[in-house]
């Protein structure tokens, strides 16, 4: 069953936290992207990754970091710089970049 | 900075009815994407129309492209209680250094009366 998946689907954070957001997909994928929606909002990138061992920074990359060391896992950290990190966060990848996204079911951050 | 805005922010229709929605753009594309998304989901890409088409069907979806006034539209005909949803623009654009990335719009909720 191919596919993309996230998780968990809802996660809280303690002030100070770091937490780290996994995104799997098994559709032999190169493009990989982190995305934020907040609500009633579109979607803002944070970061995405063309391929191992790279990535790029999107629209709102400060207080997140990534790694891309497998072609399958991007996993997504919040660190504690940042300052309002409740959204819901969506992994998406795809075979061209930029086209055809394919999305996971998103993880609900929250902040206790 | 917002590249696509939807229009309108939310629509409310009767089932059998065709609903239209669209997406204004502020600079040039290379492609322009609607997604679907259900309450609390991800998003399920739609359909795709490259800058230098005008038109695309799948299904019961409609997409045109007018460049020239940096518009999109998306029809959906005889919809159903099923297509009750937001539904995203997105659109790439050239963003610097020789890259390029997909923005997406603030969408447009639909919702189908049964």
């Known amino acids: 069953d191919g596919g993309i998946t996230q998780s968990p689907k809802y996660l809280f954070r303690k002030e100070g936290q770091n937490v780290t957001l996994s995104c799997e997909q098994n559709l032999n994928h190169d493009a990989m992207y982190w995305y934020r929606q907040d609500p009633g909002q579109g979607l803002r990138l944070i970061y995405y990754?063309?391929?191992?061992?790279?990535?790029q920074k999107g629209d709102i990359a400060e207080g997140y970091s990534v790694s891309r060391e497998k072609k399958e896992s991007f996993p997504l950290t919040v660190t504690s710089a940042q300052k309002n990190p409740t959204a819901f966060y969506l992994c998406?990848?795809?075979?061209?970049?930029?086209?055809?996204?394919?999305f996971g079911s998103g993880t609900q951050l929250s902040v206790l | 900075s917002q590249q696509g805005e939807e229009d309108p922010q939310a629509l409310s229709i009767q089932e059998g009815e065709n609903a239209t929605m669209n997406c204004s753009y502020k600079t040039s594309i290379n492609n322009l994407q609607w997604y679907r998304q259900n309450s609390g989901r991800g998003l399920v890409h739609l359909i795709l129309?490259?800058?230098?088409?005008r038109e695309k069907h799948s299904g019961r979806l409609r997409v045109t492209l007018d460049t020239s006034k940096k518009s999109s539209s998306l029809l959906i005909t005889a919809s159903r209680a099923a297509d009750t949803a937001s539904y995203f623009c997105a659109t790439e654009t050239y963003s610097g250094a020789g890259s390029y990335q997909l923005t997406f719009g603030k969408g447009t909720k639909l919702s189908v009366i049964p």
């Open positions: 990754s063309q391929i191992v061992n790279d990535f």
């Open positions: 129309i490259r800058s230098n088409e």
């Open positions: 998406a990848s795809s075979i061209r970049e930029n086209e055809k996204l394919f």
